[in-house]
């Protein structure tokens, strides 16, 4: 997979956010409505990457900062045509040694107990349970994660 870094505004990252914002709607029965402020994924306050097989976008995540040591990672999402070839995971490795690169020290996500195939990919790449954060901070459904970057 070709990784790019792409303005949150371009074609594709505009096609996979709705996306994945349709499959919020399948599994939770709406959008996801975190605020979001396209700028937060431009450097330096953000990244945004979208993944590419054969020139096709199939992958997209992007982070945000949160603190002064820790990026929020948002719209981690993987077409269901290119599912299970390990594209998230690599996605994932990708914006995290980004946010390394940049001087993150830990990066912290929500996601939601009606994705069991996001969970399962973060505990098994080294995520842990943290304090519950932002707009799903009370939503019984939530799930906050973070893991310390290492170099």
Known sequence: MRIEVRDYAHPDVVKL???VQQEYVVRYGGF???PVDPTEFTHPSGLFLVGYL???PVASGGWRVHDPETVEMK???VTPAARGRGLARAM???LERVAIAGGYRK???ETGLKQPEAVELYLSSGYDTIEPFGFYADAPLAR???KILTP
């Open 32 to 34: 996801d409505e975190t």
């Open 17 to 19: 956010v709705a996306e």
């Open 54 to 56: 054969d020139d096709v």
């Open 144 to 146: 906050h994660l973070g």
């Open 92 to 94: 994932l490795a990708e």
């Open 75 to 77: 719209r981690l999402y």
């Open 107 to 109: 990066l912290i996500l």
